[in-house]
């Protein structure tokens, strides 16, 4: 169960924690450390879900909440050294999904994160559907749509967006791509995938002589993003 999910949390080391323990779950993560920056980033790239910290500086954790809930149905497990009733109730109330009291387990957020994103993904059976920017991909129909046009893909291809799609942001070497086709066998070589690209940036990009969003990162292989989106 791969999301996007967002980490608003202003002591570094925690954080870079909070992201070593999520990534090995399958989830990309984007770390921000102060609340309005969080703020920023949900509008800007609507992830999956967020692990906020109360106490941050500028805009504190219940702020961004209150914002958040008038906007969006964002899952929020907000982290708290505040453990009275009252200021975890107060928490619930301005919108969390759940909560955590510090110190915590890093093992223990990663499960409640699964039983939220199992939650809300139950409630809405539609989110299987991987968004990047404009591209959407929905891996069970099989169907590929770029600026809200319906575009055909080969097997090849698909599975190739779709496990970029799953995991914006995160760089894949050739050969980790060409193990998604299926086809990683001696017949096969890595030249593959850079055809199945170029026909990708052929649909999917506005222009594909200057991709956007599917980007060659030079020495490694590919990212799929929305970040460079005009």
Do not use: W
Not at 15 to 41: K, W
Not at 66 to 92: H, Y
Not at 115 to 126: F, K
């Amino acid at each position: 169960m791969c999301a996007h999910v967002l980490i608003a949390e202003d002591d570094e080391m925690q954080a870079e924690l909070l992201r070593r323990y999520l990534e090995h779950d399958g989830h990309s993560i984007t770390i921000v450390h102060n609340g309005q920056a969080a703020i920023d980033e949900v509008r800007r790239r609507q992830p999956d879900l967020l692990v906020l910290d109360v106490m941050m500086p500028e805009v504190d954790g219940m702020h961004v909440c209150r914002v958040l809930r008038e906007e969006s149905d964002l899952p929020v497990l907000m982290l708290t050294a505040l453990s009275s009733e009252d200021d975890l109730l107060l928490g619930l109330e301005t919108g969390a999904d759940d909560y955590l009291t510090k110190p915590y387990s890093p093992r223990e957020l990663s499960a409640r994160v699964r039983t939220l994103l199992r939650r809300v993904r139950r409630e809405n059976p539609d989110d299987h559907v991987l968004r990047v920017g404009p591209i959407t991909v929905d891996p069970l129909r099989r169907e590929v749509t770029a600026g809200g046009k319906l575009v055909e893909c080969t097997p090849g291809e698909f599975e190739i967006l779709a496990a970029m799609a799953a995991q914006p942001e995160r760089v894949f070497s050739r050969s980790q791509l060409l193990e998604r086709t299926g086809s990683y066998d001696k017949l096969s070589t890595e030249r593959v995938v850079d055809g199945h690209i170029m026909n990708l940036r052929r649909k999917v990009e506005p222009d594909p002589r200057r991709p956007v969003h599917l980007l060659t990162v030079f020495g490694v292989g590919y990212k799929l993003t929305d970040r460079h989106a005009p």
